[in-house]
């Protein structure tokens, strides 16, 4: 890797651990094929396509590999969900919806590496027998469609994607599908609906696993635009070999993106657990803005769950259980699980001693009042409601109750729903209010209690105490 | 039709439709359609719904009712499953922007980095009514003159560059509150 230089300013920090980001930032890189194609580019697939589907099934088994959009499940596991006596047509989606607030590295790949998402998914594609492929990519990223559409020709023209894929006797297509402003379109079943032409209603889960019954009910795998990635270099590697990044069932590198308030936000490709909260954000993002201090942190997109950074975490079980401060903690997915909250899709948001915590609830309400998709009556009307009740926090016309109420809608939705979007937007609000309670009770106060919010609360408040008003 | 869906399918003139020609099957688009329809399989049809709504945005700016009722035509389905689709989602418009659309960030990082505080300077700019943006439903607001048009969007997945927006099909980022006029100046013609 010391032919490579990176642009002046971007290089990578010392820490990290580029694979996946090998070529973001890199001098003289651009999206072409030539430059894929010079710097060793489709030999993994050319090896591939050599193998048996199976056995190449078997190494993204052997590496470990998890999901990187969101929920960390084994991608070996999820392709062989595929019922074994299926005769239906496969079919494979890569999710670059990318819609989860704090993430931001689909984008880099998709700009700057198509071809190796590209190369990712042909080889996935033989490996799950999938002749039809779609790249279901947000309509935020006009750009981004266009490089790939233009990718995609030049891999046509080529013969990597079409008939007989390098005289392999594999046919293969992938298309590109754009999405139209809806972060649902994000989760798998929303996803399908969508690219079927309808509303993107999630689909409920069992019986509709996308495995067994996805687009246009045949077996389908979905997969995150970084997992499809990593899939080339398990290819390249071997399967045992990529297990040795990272840490034991926390596998290989993954990019971590910092947004929000530290001296040197962006993205940052580690390798799975050897590197510390405190070593990611004093190291390598620079540490806290001058003259402040880190307050709290959000560490896998916005659906996870908030963490304080003077916090300690007791983590493992029986003699092995140890405590953590949050800044010893390894970013991997068992840890981050263990101190109640996730890694989620990578997205680290910090936030200084600066920051009012009603503010940032408010503002992630915000978001997931407008983006349920009004399916589930407790997730419709209690992201709205929730959404509400921060309003008068912020505004400072909210009751210490209302905290109260806060906290039971949340309860009431999560675990409730149809999809995972139900716990997605009471998650932020449940730990808010657990780790930040005093703080939000605070901005409220004892004398707004009983006062009408709305024209129809002023009504309802006169109905039914006529004898005061 | 009643009133309700006449009303659903409606397209009020704003001052942003001079910029736009009416919708027209022309050859072009045509053309265009059948590529996207050929992405899918044969008695599948129903999934270009949105590709084809992206070709008649892209060309005349807002989807109108001809518009609609073409895409069914061509999909062989009933107007209001395209319906369904358009008032859903946000990404989809039923009424002409200006001639540059902008969509400012308003998600949490941007948010932290100034993106409310850039909007509003964006319409004091371009004298688009701020008090028109109804905070939960993102409304388009077209500023008088017709050539701008201001809306907020969820995160943009550029968050380590906070605040960001995109115009018509262009990214920015890193744009702090006083860089708006530099912003606009690129594009005013
Ligand atoms: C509300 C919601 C939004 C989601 N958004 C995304 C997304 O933007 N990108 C993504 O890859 N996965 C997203 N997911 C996760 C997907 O449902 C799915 O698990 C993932 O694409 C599987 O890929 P992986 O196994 O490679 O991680 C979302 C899930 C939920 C519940
Ligand atoms: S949980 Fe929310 S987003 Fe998911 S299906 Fe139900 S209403 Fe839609
Ligand atoms: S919060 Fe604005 S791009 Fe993510």
């Known amino acids: 890797m010391s032919d490579i230089q990176?642009?002046?300013?971007?290089?990578?920090?010392?820490?990290?651990?580029?694979?996946?980001?090998?070529?973001?930032?890199?001098?003289?890189?651009?999206?072409?094929?030539h430059t894929y194609r010079n710097d060793g580019g489709y030999e993994q697939l050319r090896h591939a396509l050599t193998m048996d589907p199976k056995a190449i099934t078997d190494e993204v088994k052997a590496s470990g590999l998890r999901g990187r959009g969101g929920a960390g499940f084994p991608t070996g596991v999820k392709w062989g969900f595929i019922p074994p006596n299926n005769t239906k047509?496969?079919?494979?989606?890569?999710?670059?919806?990318?819609?989860?607030?704090?993430?931001?590295?689909?984008?880099?790949?998709?700009?700057?590496?198509?071809?190796?998402?590209?190369?990712?998914?042909?080889?996935?594609?033989?490996?799950?027998?999938?002749?039809?492929?779609?790249?279901y990519v947000r309509e935020e990223f006009p750009e981004a469609a266009h490089i790939l559409e233009r990718a995609l020709a030049e891999a046509r023209e080529a013969n990597l994607l079409g008939h007989n894929i390098l005289g392999s006797g594999?046919?293969?297509?992938?298309?590109?599908?754009?999405?139209?402003?809806?972060?649902?379109?994000?989760?798998?079943?929303?996803?399908?609906?969508?690219?079927?032409?309808?509303?993107?209603?999630?689909?409920?889960?069992p019986p509709y696993f996308p495995a067994a019954m996805g687009l246009y009910m045949c077996p389908t795998i979905v997969n995150n635009v970084e997992s499809l990635c990593h899939v080339k270099h398990i290819i390249r590697m071997g399967g045992e070999e990529y297990s040795k990044l990272g840490t034991?069932?926390?596998?290989?590198?993954?990019?971590?993106?910092?947004?929000?308030?530290?001296?040197?936000?962006?993205?940052?490709?580690?390798?799975?657990?050897?590197?510390?909260?405190?070593?990611?954000?004093?190291?390598?993002?620079?540490?806290?803005?001058?003259?402040?201090?880190?307050?709290?942190?959000?560490?896998?997109?916005?659906?996870?769950?908030?963490?304080?950074c003077e916090e300690s975490f007791k983590i493992g079980k029986g003699d092995d259980a140890k405590t953590?401060?949050?800044?010893?903690?390894?970013?991997?997915?068992?840890?981050?699980?263990?101190?109640?909250s996730m890694a989620g899709s990578g997205g680290v948001i910090v936030m200084d001693d600066s920051r009012r915590m009603s503010w940032v609830l408010n503002n992630l309400n915000k978001f997931y009042a407008h983006e349920s998709c009004g399916q589930c009556t407790p997730c419709r009307e209690g992201s709205t409601w929730m959404r509400k009740i921060t309003d008068r926090l912020v505004a400072g016309t909210a009751a210490p109750s209302d905290i109260d109420t806060l906290n039971s809608i949340a309860y009431q939705i999560d675990g409730k729903t149809i999809c995972a979007f139900g716990e997605a937007c009471s998650w932020p609000v449940e730990a808010m209010i657990d780790k930040f309670r005093d703080e939000l009770i605070s901005e409220t106060s004892e004398s707004n209690e009983g006062i009408a919010h709305s024209a129809e609360n002023e009504a309802q408040r006169r109905f039914l105490q006529p004898s005061q008003s | 039709m009643s009133d309700v869906l006449n009303n659903l399918v409606a397209s009020p003139q704003t001052p942003g439709t001079k910029h736009y020609t009416p919708f027209a099957a022309t050859d072009d688009v045509n053309a265009q359609a059948d590529r996207r329809i050929a992405q899918y399989p044969p008695d599948r049809k129903r999934s270009a719904v949105l590709p084809l709504l992206h070709i008649v945005q892209h060309e005349f700016g807002f989807i109108s009712s001809d518009a609609i009722d073409w895409i069914a035509g061509r999909l062989g389905i009933e107007p209001i499953k395209v319906l369904e689709v358009v008032t859903f989602y946000p990404g989809l418009r039923q009424t002409a922007p200006g001639k540059y659309h902008i969509r400012v960030c308003r998600t949490l990082s941007c948010a932290m980095g100034g993106s409310y505080e850039l909007m509003e300077k964006l319409c004091e700019l371009t004298k688009a009514d701020l008090s028109k943006m109804d905070p939960h439903h993102h409304p388009i607001v077209v500023s008088p003159c017709g050539t701008w048009s201001v809306e907020f969007a969820e995160c943009l997945a550029?968050?380590?560059?906070?605040?960001?927006?995109?115009?018509?099909?262009?990214?920015?980022?890193?744009?702090?509150?006083?860089k708006a006029s530099d912003l606009l100046k690129q594009y005013n013609d």
């Not at chain 1, 670059?96 to 190369?119: N, V």
């Not at chain 1, 594999?170 to 590109?176: A, G, K, L, T």
Request: with cysteine.
């Open chain 2, 158 to 178: 550029s968050c380590g560059t906070a605040p960001v927006c995109l115009v018509n099909d262009d990214f920015h980022e890193g744009l702090a509150p006083e």
């Open chain 1, 89 to 135: 047509p496969v079919y494979l989606i890569c999710n670059a919806d990318e819609s989860e607030p704090g993430t931001f590295k689909d984008r880099y790949i998709l700009h700057q590496d198509p071809h190796q998402l590209i190369e990712g998914m042909v080889i996935s594609c033989f490996a799950v027998g999938a002749k039809l492929a779609y790249i």
């Open chain 1, 6 to 33: 990176y642009i002046h300013g971007k290089q990578p920090h010392p820490r990290e651990y580029r694979l996946i980001f090998r070529n973001v930032d890199r001098v003289g890189w651009d999206p072409s094929l």
């Open chain 1, 170 to 205: 594999f046919d293969c297509e992938i298309h590109v599908h754009r999405g139209a402003g809806a972060y649902i379109c994000g989760e798998e079943t929303g996803l399908i609906e969508s690219l079927e032409g309808k509303r993107p209603y999630p689909r409920i889960k």
């Open chain 1, 324 to 340: 953590l401060s949050f800044y010893d903690l390894p970013l991997d997915f068992d840890t981050l699980a263990a101190a109640g």
């Open chain 1, 248 to 308: 034991p069932r926390n596998t290989g590198t993954r990019i971590v993106c910092v947004s929000g308030d530290v001296k040197k936000p962006g993205y940052y490709e580690i390798e799975v657990g050897k590197l510390t909260m405190g070593e990611l954000l004093h190291e390598v993002c620079g540490g806290p803005k001058d003259g402040r201090s880190f307050k709290a942190v959000i560490p896998g997109g916005s659906s996870a769950k908030i963490m304080r």
